[in-house]
């Protein structure tokens, strides 16, 4: 490629990096597609660390997947701001004893709160009346629903979903119940089997309604009936779609942290990026000249192409995270480090700008590909054993490392030999060799 069409990539890169650059600036308005997503240590809000009750599961990573999702229906619907939610294995190499479930919740600050929005599980449950539950009652008020009721087993794990529905004659909203094939087939044995008895419709220890069964019903619809008003069949329809939960949890940790923390700590870490990015543009141009201008350079498209990367994916930055980004802005430099003394190796045994640009390119490179694939490897170690925060750090740093490979190689690349003279058959002048070596190395 000649210096021509090195010229009309540079040109070409910085177009790209520019609308980039743009697109970032305007995804950071209210309601933008793609905003930047921060954790709720940036942001303030809550954590809950739930320990799950896996002792009679046979396949636990079914279980926690499917709890993982259930738990995340919960807590969208409430319309939290990107919340979090991921599972913890036990084990020794994740250091946990019990598997667990976290749960963030950024901008949620009251602790009560937080726990409202996982709630506890509705228990909906068919049960038949006993024959002489009208005695009971007479001779004892406060029977409870064990007293009164004979469980069936049907019950809310074998409903596929609820909907809202309402009476064709008064227009009254009820909750439309339809089950899956195995509780469909409870559902018409009971009703076979029982014609004439009440089957009692209760949600957590309370009867709903306590209809008759007139005849079988094989169709596994069943509808309640209790007298609601609209936002309690819609709550009550919500609850009972993504409350059944496949494995019991309790509550084993919870961290709270205010808004006004989370900002500070926000604020600290921008600022401590951009000073060391100054920092390190200013070494790069003093010791480097004018191959370091072009790093720094480079390293300002791979901020960009980064944080491009993370609206998209896209990444929820920590505290931990943006720690990693800050580093791996440190190390996306190391790759033009290698070239530049590679290139001044070269300058030292006379060849030209552009033929020690080429050999410093081709020899750095095994350097360059090894050291970023131990980090590579690093990072997803990190990723694979870590807790949250550690999984947050370990993903900014391993995608950083990727992209960093493409910024130094190609990107510095394109500009280096856009702007290096062509080969002449005079002797390059004195100058032009300063400005392509570094250090102390003048010719």
């Given at each position: 490629?000649?210096?021509?069409?090195?010229?009309?990539?540079?040109?070409?890169?910085?177009?790209?990096?520019?609308?980039?650059?743009?697109?970032?600036?305007?995804?950071?308005?209210?309601?933008?597609?793609?905003?930047?997503?921060?954790?709720?240590?940036?942001?303030?809000?809550?954590?809950?660390?739930?320990?799950?009750?896996?002792?009679?599961?046979?396949?636990?990573?079914?279980?926690?997947?499917?709890?993982?999702?259930?738990?995340?229906?919960?807590?969208?619907?409430?319309?939290?701001?990107?919340?979090?939610?991921?599972?913890?294995?036990?084990?020794?190499?994740?250091?946990?004893?019990?598997?667990?479930?976290?749960?963030?919740?950024?901008?949620?600050?009251?602790?009560?709160?937080?726990?409202?929005?996982?709630?506890?599980?509705?228990?909906?449950?068919?049960?038949?009346?006993?024959?002489?539950?009208?005695?009971?009652?007479?001779?004892?008020?406060?029977?409870?629903?064990?007293?009164?009721?004979?469980?069936?087993?049907?019950?809310?794990?074998?409903?596929?979903?609820?909907?809202?529905?309402?009476?064709?004659?008064?227009?009254?909203?009820?909750?439309?119940?339809?089950?899956?094939?195995?509780?469909?087939?409870?559902?018409?044995?009971?009703?076979?089997?029982?014609?004439?008895?009440?089957?009692?419709?209760?949600?957590?220890?309370?009867?709903?309604?306590?209809?008759?069964?007139?005849?079988?019903?094989?169709?596994?619809?069943?509808?309640?009936?209790?007298?609601?008003?609209?936002?309690?069949?819609?709550?009550?329809?919500?609850?009972?779609?993504?409350?059944?939960?496949?494995?019991?949890?309790?509550?084993?940790?919870?961290?709270?942290?205010?808004?006004?923390?989370?900002?500070?700590?926000?604020?600290?870490?921008?600022?401590?990026?951009?000073?060391?990015?100054?920092?390190?543009?200013?070494?790069?141009?003093?010791?480097?000249?004018?191959?370091?201008?072009?790093?720094?350079?480079?390293?300002i498209s791979y901020i960009i192409l980064?944080?491009?990367?993370?609206?998209?994916?896209?990444?929820?930055?920590?505290?931990?995270?943006?720690?990693?980004?800050?580093?791996?802005?440190?190390?996306?430099?190391?790759?033009?480090?290698?070239?530049?003394?590679?290139?001044?190796?070269?300058?030292?045994?006379?060849?030209?700008?552009?033929?020690?640009?080429?050999?410093?390119?081709?020899?750095?490179?095994?350097?360059?590909?090894?050291?970023?694939?131990?980090?590579?490897?690093?990072?997803?170690?990190?990723?694979?054993?870590?807790?949250?925060?550690?999984?947050?750090?370990?993903?900014?740093?391993?995608?950083?490392?990727?992209?960093?490979?493409?910024?130094?190689?190609?990107?510095?690349?394109?500009?280096?030999?856009?702007?290096?003279?062509?080969?002449?058959?005079?002797?390059?002048?004195?100058f032009k060799r300063f400005l392509f070596?570094?250090?102390?190395?003048?010719?």
């Open positions: 490629m000649n210096r021509t069409k090195y010229v009309v990539s540079s040109v070409a890169l910085i177009v790209v990096f520019a609308l980039l650059g743009y697109f970032l600036v305007r995804e950071q308005r209210p309601n933008a597609k793609y905003p930047f997503r921060f954790g709720l240590d940036l942001v303030g809000g809550t954590e809950l660390v739930y320990k799950a009750d896996v002792s009679k599961v046979d396949n636990v990573g079914d279980a926690m997947s499917s709890l993982k999702d259930v738990i995340e229906r919960r807590v969208n619907i409430f319309g939290v701001s990107e919340p979090l939610v991921q599972t913890e294995d036990a084990g020794i190499v994740s250091g946990n004893k019990d598997e667990r479930l976290i749960v963030e919740l950024p901008g949620i600050t009251d602790l009560d709160q937080a726990i409202a929005l996982i709630g506890q599980t509705p228990i909906l449950e068919f049960r038949l009346a006993k024959a002489s539950s009208s005695d009971i009652i007479k001779a004892n008020p406060a029977a409870t629903i064990d007293d009164l009721f004979i469980p069936t087993g049907l019950t809310g794990r074998y409903l596929a979903h609820a909907t809202v529905e309402f009476d064709s004659n008064t227009q009254a909203p009820l909750v439309g119940l339809e089950f899956n094939n195995e509780g469909s087939k409870l559902f018409a044995e009971i009703t076979r089997d029982h014609k004439g008895e009440i089957l009692a419709i209760i949600l957590d220890n309370s009867v709903l309604s306590a209809p008759v069964i007139q005849d079988e019903i094989t169709s596994g619809k069943a509808q309640i009936n209790g007298r609601f008003s609209a936002d309690e069949v819609k709550t009550l329809v919500r609850n009972l779609n993504y409350g059944a939960l496949p494995v019991p949890i309790t509550l084993s940790t919870s961290e709270t942290i205010g808004a006004s923390l989370g900002a500070a700590a926000l604020h600290s870490g921008v600022r401590a990026g951009l000073i060391g990015l100054l920092a390190l543009a200013i070494f790069l141009i003093l010791w480097y000249r004018l191959p370091g201008l072009v790093a720094s350079v480079a390293l980064s944080l491009v990367v993370f609206a998209f994916i896209p990444v929820t930055l920590t505290a931990a995270g943006l720690a990693g980004f800050i580093l791996s802005i440190g190390m996306a430099v190391d790759a033009n480090v290698l070239i530049f003394e590679r290139t001044k190796e070269e300058l030292k045994k006379g060849r030209t700008i552009r033929d020690a640009l080429h050999e410093g390119f081709s020899r750095a490179w095994l350097s360059i590909r090894d050291s970023n694939i131990s980090s590579i490897i690093t990072a997803i170690v990190l990723f694979w054993i870590g807790t949250s925060a550690v999984k947050g750090f370990a993903l900014t740093l391993g995608l950083g490392v990727v992209i960093s490979m493409f910024t130094a190689i190609t990107v510095s690349r394109t500009f280096l030999f856009a702007i290096a003279p062509e080969p002449k058959t005079t002797k390059e002048g004195a070596s570094n250090g102390f190395h003048i010719k």
